[in-house]
Structures are given as structure tokens and as C-alpha cells.
């Protein structure tokens, strides 16, 4: 039985873990902390954990975390980093969901979050959270870098092409569009109903802060620089990622189809599609499964891979427990194997 902790758990990403973590045969949920709500029970903030999770909030110190085996952020980025490196020395593995440990540029990280990053002796110690690519490394990991949502999605898409080398990688184009949750749980003008609802618009089309994740992590998948542009946009929607990726075949005689399907054959929670099928986010609401669909336009040189997740669940918490049970020896799925929410 794995003992677990989670700092931060009053998010949705902590809250998607809770709810998962609860139905996981080998996972004992025994602290989860918030500083604002310390003294407080889960069951008040989110109801329909009641009778599930049966705990109060305390506050995030090593010393009410002392009795897991491992522990979740699931904080602000540039949270983490203060206190992992107690954790680690108490002998108490972490996967984070933020991204304080995912880019091993540390220059690189401080220009996009706009912060000294606190722990950066760490960040060659971690291991990126992406199961279907690092899986062999995150058996031994102490310290688990989760790949943010919109960069899993990017990059599942983009795994075989660049697996087989049949893609010019100087010249790839991302659109993704998330749900709202994606923008955390906290208050905030834009993401507001009234906002939201009826509207469907981009943002960070100059720059967005996932996007020099992204680029290193098609980097090491393809073994060669990778340049991508990326624009992701917000849709009125509770949950959810669609991406659509545009590439060009360096090899015409690929059948991209049949690539697809035979890469993620054995992969638990990547369904490739049929040909010609168009993924939607709600088959995948809930759940930690992500569908793929790959098309040739004409049959000729450009590629369109279609890709939708759960950006609460394959695109954070749900990967997140997919990489406990990997460094825990479990079977991968388990705890995760629920099908999508329809309707």
C-alpha cells in the first residue's frame, strides 16, 4: 500500500487527485494540505468528496508529511520548488504537476516564469512525467516532472512521426484548445461565465510559457532540434484539450495510419482511432485516455494528427498517478482504467 500525500490539494488538479487516489486499490490518501484552509475538512470544500476522502487540511510542512511514501504538488508554479527538497531529504518521493522541475534550461525557465527558480541543483534529478516516452526512467525516479497538458497532448501526437524521422521538424504547427479548468481554480475576470460562455478565442499566440517544454520534449523524442509554433486557444468548455498538429512527410511512402496504430499498440491509454475518424473531448471527459486521429489531406505530404484528453486527468492528475504506479511497480493502469463521462 502506497501512502499518500498532496500539498496543495484545494485546486482542481488536488481535487482530481483526491477523487482518484480514492478509488486506487493500493493508495492510502493520509495528508493533504492547504495553508489557507488548514483545519478544514475536504468533505466542506468539495462535497462530493464527502464520505470519500474523510480529511482535514493541514498545513504544507515535511513534518505532517513524514508518513508517505510519496507526495503530489499540485501548486502554483514556483510553489514546489521551496519545499521538495525537504521532502526528498526525508526520503519521500514527489511527482510534481507544476512545472517547477520540467525544463532543464534553468535560464530558460526564470525568463518564462518571471522568478529565480529556488532549487535548480534539482532539476537534473527529474524525471519528465510523460510515461509513453520516459517509462523505463521513472521506475527508478525519486523526483517526477509531470509534462503539462497541453504539451502531453503535443507531444503523444507527434510520437511516432518523430519516432520514425518522417517529418520536417523545422516546421510544426500546434493549435490547442483547452477547457476552462485549465486555467486553474482561482478567481479571476476572464474566466468567468459570462466571459466564457459563447466565445471562443486564442491567447499567447507571441509566446506561451509551455512552449519551451514542448520544444524539448519533441527535442529528445526526435533526437534533433524540433521548432514549433504553438497557439493555444481557450474553449467554453469545463474540461477538455483538443489539438490539431500540422507537419510535412520527408518520406511519402509512410502510411501514417498503420504507423499510428502499430506505435501505440501496446501504449494503455493512447487510442488510435480509425482512419478518418475526427476525436472529441467529450469521449474522454474524466478519464486518463487520450484519442488520437491521424490524417493525410489528399494523400499528400501534410499531416494532421487530431489528439483530445482530459486536461484534469491524462493532462495532470490522472498521468500523475500513471507515473506512481510506474515508480511503484504497479500496473500503470490501475485506478485509472474508468471510461469517459457521456453525456
Known sequence: MIKVGIVGATGYTGAELMRLLAEHPEAQLVAVTSRSDQGNAVADMYPHLRGVVNLHFVAPEVDN???????????????????????LRAGIKVIDLSADFRIRD????????????GAKELIKEAIYGLPEFNRQKLISA???????????????????????GCIDVSDIIANAASGVSGAG????LA???????ENFR?????????????????????????????VPHLLPINRGIHTTLYTDLTDLTINVQALFEE????????????????????????????????????????????????????GASGQAIQCMNIMFGYDETMGLSAAGLIP
Do not use: M
Not at 481554480?185 to 479571476?188: H, L
Open 263 to 314: 506505435f501505440f499498440a501496446t501504449e494503455p491509454f493512447v487510442d488510435v482511432l480509425p482512419a478518418g475518424s475526427h476525436p472529441q473531448t467529450r469521449s474522454v471527459r474524466g478519464s486518463n485516455y487520450c484519442q488520437v486521429s491521424v490524417h493525410r489531406p489528399g494523400n499528400g505530404s501534410k499531416v494532421v494528427v487530431l489528439v483530445v484528453e482530459d486536461n484534469l486527468v491524462k
Open 106 to 117: 534553468v535560464a530558460l525557465w526564470e525568463s518564462w516564469y518571471g522568478q529565480t527558480h
Open 191 to 197: 474566466n468567468l461565465h459570462t466571459e466564457v460562455s
Open 65 to 87: 508529511l513524514v508518513d508517505c511514501n510519496v507526495v503530489f504538488f499540485a501548486t502554483p508554479h514556483g510553489v514546489a520548488q521551496k519545499l521538495v527538497p525537504d521532502v
Open 202 to 230: 486564442a491567447y499567447s499566440a507571441s509566446g506561451h510559457r509551455h512552449l519551451p517544454e514542448i520544444e524539448q520534449g519533441l527535442t529528445d523524442i526526435a533526437g534533433n532540434p524540433v521548432t514549433l509554433t504553438f
Open 142 to 164: 525519486n523526483l517526477v516532472a509531470c509534462a503539462g497538458c497541453y504539451p502531453t497532448s503535443v507531444q503523444i501526437g507527434l510520437l511516432p512521426l518523430l519516432s520514425e
Open 185 to 188: 481554480r482561482q478567481a479571476k
